[in-house]
């Protein structure tokens, strides 16, 4: 009979990124059985494309007051007959997804749910990195060996915006609702600008929801390339694997490009901690100040890697 396990990371893009290791590892322990991956619409597509899992559902996130949805996710958690759950989001969400098993028999379950057979109860896992507290998670339910994030096995380039060599991609959007955790826009601009007197143009990314991002590079730097909301995950990662750098802000499109090898300067202010949520990859630097709009243009240039 084939071993069904079950693998829950709902968000956000940078901690699904962080993931990307802990997924390959848990493929590697379990090689013959079928892991279902639960997580949000978002990132769906991107992790059916992976080699970690054999089918991906999509948890829509039932509020307190949408009973019937909450009955249908328990129906279909406990129609899934695992034997094992990885629950990487470790959330009160993800844990309360423990008890809507119940009552009766649960599986064995890798998290921090109150009863669960694989607890990560070590008190300080709040004060730990991303990879550090998932890898030592992953310890206690047996697994020792977990690799750093890996996406080799995305299939593109980034040649079909044919950006100007060499280029550096530049995110400087973020989540709306934390404006401190980004660098003044126009701050951006002007180090494009710079660039452009250097000889190295700029490839602007974003997600649809930044389109007052795009209408400032379009008329203050027509000179960069503006791909904000034209971009998959999968047409980052191409970019990033041809850039000469890359910067942006504590957002997770710099998981992404960071993950994809590029040389990534990223900038914090107080709002996030760069020790807990930084990105990872092969050169990857950090820029904090308390207060972003403190951080001059002429820092960052100083501070930004270009291979």
Not at 21 to 45: N, V
Not at 168 to 189: E, S
């Amino acid at each position: 009979m084939t071993i069904q396990i079950l693998v829950i990371k709902l968000s956000a893009l940078g901690d699904v990124v962080l993931a990307l290791g802990p997924f390959a590892a848990i493929r590697d322990a379990h090689l013959d059985a079928r892991i279902t991956l639960l997580t949000t619409a978002a990132y769906a597509d991107l992790m059916r494309a992976s080699p970690y899992f054999d089918e991906v559902w999509l948890d829509d996130r039932p509020l307190p007051w949408q009973p019937r949805r909450w009955i249908e996710l328990r129906r279909r958690l406990r129609c899934g007959r695992f034997d094992f759950v990885y629950d990487l989001q470790t959330s009160d969400r993800s844990e309360w997804y423990y008890r809507l098993i119940g009552p009766g028999s649960r599986p064995n379950w890798s998290g921090i749910a109150r009863g669960c057979s694989h607890p990560h109860d070590n008190p300080s896992r709040d004060d730990m990195h991303t990879i550090d507290r998932q890898n030592e998670q992953l310890k206690h339910a047996g697994i020792t060996s977990v690799p750093p994030p890996d996406l080799t096995w995305i299939e593109n380039n980034g040649a079909k915006f044919e950006p100007t060599q060499p280029y550096v991609v530049m995110a400087p959007g973020g989540a709306p609702h934390r404006p401190r955790k980004r660098w003044p826009t126009d701050r951006y601009v002007d180090l494009a600008r710079e660039l452009e007197k250097r000889g190295i143009s700029s490839v602007v990314l974003g997600g649809k929801d930044e389109r007052d991002l795009s209408e400032i590079f379009t008329q203050a730097c027509p000179g960069a390339q503006n791909l904000i909301g034209q971009t998959t995950f999968a047409d980052i990662v191409g970019l990033a694997r041809n850039a000469s750098g890359a910067i942006g802000n504590d957002t997770g499109p710099m998981h992404l490009i960071a993950a994809a090898g590029c040389p990534a300067l990223v900038l914090y202010s107080s709002e996030s901690d760069p020790a807990l949520t930084r990105p990872v990859g092969q050169s990857i630097s950090v820029l904090q100040r308390d207060d972003l709009a403190m951080l001059a243009t002429a820092d960052v240039i100083d501070a930004l890697s270009i291979r």
